[in-house]
């Protein structure tokens, strides 16, 4: 019993990992609390739905259209919100006030289109058999979910430490000034994070919406596990973030096994007001960048 918890959380967490890294690359990289980054995974994940199961699309039409428009739509935010605040000067605190205007908006668009009718996205039924080992079941769909996720961790592993964009990227994160003064193309870099950031959480939505399905209020909970991820992790990078959403998706299925599932945003509101209280200096530290 408990290794099946275990394994459900790791299962969870994979998910999370991906929604988890997406956020903290943005954060880390630029300084935003991108909170309106659930918005993206809401969007990203119905326009891939609309596309398979309404329009009847091909389905790698249908994921790089999604993806495409997650990534479209994360860069507008960038460009035409976060942008023009940090010109003018603004807080962290008014950003992220900001980014949670265009989360109620985009949710309320979404809300609009999609209602707020769970939907899911139908997957092989091969892919929903699987196997028991050590008394512990997995579907094999679950079994590419992980995989996928390990395999993606790898490569943003690899951009971030051995490629010339991923030390400008490290270098920008560090010291933007310093690094417009050394000609690194810093607004680009900008666009490049917010690309990279709004493919994984539509890539994150799409996982979530073929196997356990979504509804417009979903990327809520995904923002909430980003947010709380970065608070534990950001202190050990990438890296330290993936570890706390692994470790949350853990946490989580233990308190809804123990109580119900609807002690879910329970769970992770009182995690994100412990964190407050305990390292309070880690949500908004002033704007540098």
């Known amino acids: 019993m408990i290794g099946q918890i275990l394994l459900n959380g790791i299962i969870a967490g994979s998910i999370y990992i991906l929604a988890a890294l997406s956020f903290g690359i943005i954060y880390t990289t630029t300084g935003i609390f991108h909170f309106a ?42 460009r035409f919100c976060y942008k023009p605040l940090q010109e003018l000067g603004a807080s962290q605190v008014q950003i992220f006030l900001t980014a949670i205007g265009i989360t109620i908006i985009l949710q309320n668009v979404a809300l609009l289109i999609w209602r707020a009718e769970p939907v899911v996205v139908p997957i092989s039924k091969e892919l929903l058999k699987g196997r028991q080992a050590g008394g512990l079941w997995i579907t094999y769909y679950q079994i590419m979910t992980v995989a996928a996720v390990a395999a993606l961790w790898g490569l943003l592993h690899l951009l971030m430490f051995k490629s010339k964009v991923g ?34 959480i539509a890539l994150a939505a799409v996982l979530q ?11 809520l909970g995904i923002a909430l596990i980003g947010f709380i991820a970065a608070l534990i992790g950001t202190s050990w990078g990438l890296t330290g973030i993936a570890v706390a959403a692994l470790g949350l998706g853990i946490v989580e299925n233990i308190g809804m096994v123990m109580l119900s599932n609807q002690w879910k945003y329970v769970i992770l509101f009182g995690t994100i007001i412990f964190l407050l209280i305990v390292r309070p200096r880690f949500l908004f530290k002033p704007a540098s960048r």
Not at 169 to 196: H, K, Q, S, W
Not at 212 to 218: A, K, S, W, Y
């Open 167 to 200: 030390k400008a990227i490290r270098a920008f994160a560090a010291d933007p000034e310093t690094a417009d003064l050394m000609g690194i193309n810093t607004r680009t870099l900008r666009i490049l994070v917010f690309l990279i950031g709004s493919a994984m």
């Open 209 to 219: 919406i073929m196997d356990l399905g979504m509804d417009t209020t979903t990327g």
């Open 37 to 78: 980054h659930g918005s993206v995974f809401t969007i990203g994940g119905f326009i891939f739905y609309q596309m398979a199961v309404i329009w009847k699309q091909p389905f790698l039409l249908s994921l790089i259209t999604g993806i495409l428009s997650a990534c479209i739509l994360g860069i507008c935010i960038e």
